[in-house]
């Protein structure tokens, strides 16, 4: 079992940054491939960024150049640098943790990217 709690999201204007972090706890936290998604209202979750347990990072194509995944295996944390935010990237971002079969997720949280 792998607990997530995401945090981090909130209000920001056009161009502005956030970064979104991602606890985890439970099993072996650096065996699992970690990813963000998100949905926005009416659409379906699709994924952001995702980082292998081998550090191969993989982005969405609107992201790119803009977004960056990381983690720290110690901390048992995944990271999501957001910049030049657009209206378009408003939605609920979800962390995800994937081994084989087994998929977990946290409860999300919210970014607003707005004037």
């Known amino acids: 079992q792998v607990q997530l709690v995401e945090s981090g999201g909130g209000l920001v204007q056009p161009g502005g940054s956030l970064r979104l972090s991602c606890a985890a706890s439970g099993n072996i936290f650096s065996i699992y491939d970690m990813g963000w998604y998100r949905q926005a209202p009416g659409k379906q979750r699709e994924l952001v960024a995702a980082i292998t347990s081998g550090r191969i990072s993989t982005y969405v194509d609107s992201v790119k150049g803009r977004f960056t995944i990381s983690r720290d295996n110690v901390e048992k944390m995944v990271y999501l640098q957001m910049n030049s935010l657009k209206p378009m990237d408003t939605a609920v971002y979800y962390c995800?943790?994937?081994?084989?079969?087994?998929?977990?997720w946290g409860q999300g949280t919210q970014v607003t990217v707005s004037s």
């Open positions: 995800n943790a994937e081994r084989g079969t087994d998929s977990y």
